[in-house]
């Protein structure tokens, strides 16, 4: 399967160009800029139209109004063919992709939780057979670098990735970072659309998996 890879759209995604063909897409967070019913529902409109047969998306710290939805409203929010991953998992052709919007505490943003235990539980949640993770922030110390020169990756986050050893683990979040790297059986991917200066620069990142096959992503 082809996987198409976005991040980090603050509702500029009508201003992506030629999206490249593809199975599955997956949008790892910030869909909107300040969270509103309006800007999400434009999102959603756009991100379910798009021609692909999965359409995958976690939330990120921009995105309030998915924070303040009870679990039981969700169904009316997000379209019958858009899976929408929180703390929680789905399973395409035998690949088992868990997402995630949650980050470190910074600001009182949507999906903050302090570092340490708090947010440690989380991650317990990660199945050990996960193939692919989808979270909207990076783990500490992997495409996490800011231009403030912080790594503002989670610790936890990546001892628990150490433990899993997904093959791809995919974020947004610390739009400088924009890319990939791959450590030890990882490959970690920075899909953020935006620039640092929140302009439309950077392409969607594809890459081709299947349980039995494992290829290095690219640029589209």
């Given at each position: 399967m082809r996987f198409v890879t976005i991040s980090d759209t603050h509702r500029k995604h009508r201003r992506i160009q030629d999206l490249p063909p593809g199975d599955v897409i997956?949008?790892?967070g910030d869909i909107t800029?300040?969270?509103t019913e309006q800007e999400t529902?434009?999102?959603l409109e756009w991100f379910s139209g798009l021609d692909y047969t999965h359409k995958i998306f976690i939330?990120?710290?921009h995105d309030f109004l998915l924070e303040e939805t009870a679990p039981e409203d969700l169904d009316k929010l997000i379209p019958a063919n858009v899976t929408y991953l929180n703390d929680s998992a789905t399973e395409i052709n035998g690949v088992k992709i868990w997402g995630s919007p949650v980050t470190p505490w910074y600001?009182?943003?949507a999906f903050n939780r302090h570092r340490g235990a708090a947010i440690a539980r989380h991650?317990?949640?990660i199945p050990g057979d996960t193939d692919i993770i989808v979270a909207h922030g990076p783990v500490h110390g992997i495409l996490d670098y800011t231009s403030s020169g912080i790594y503002a990756g989670c610790e936890e986050l990546r001892k628990r990735v150490e433990e899993v050893r997904p093959a791809y683990?995919?974020?947004g979040h610390i739009h400088e970072q924009y890319g990939w790297e791959q450590q030890g059986e990882t490959i970690f991917i920075n899909a953020s659309v935006l620039n640092e200066l929140y302009a439309v620069k950077n392409r969607p990142i594809v890459f081709d998996f299947s349980p039995k096959q494992v290829s290095l992503p690219r640029m589209a």
């Open positions: 997956i949008h790892a800029s300040r969270g529902n434009d999102f939330a990120g710290n600001h009182d943003w991650w317990q949640k683990f995919i974020s």
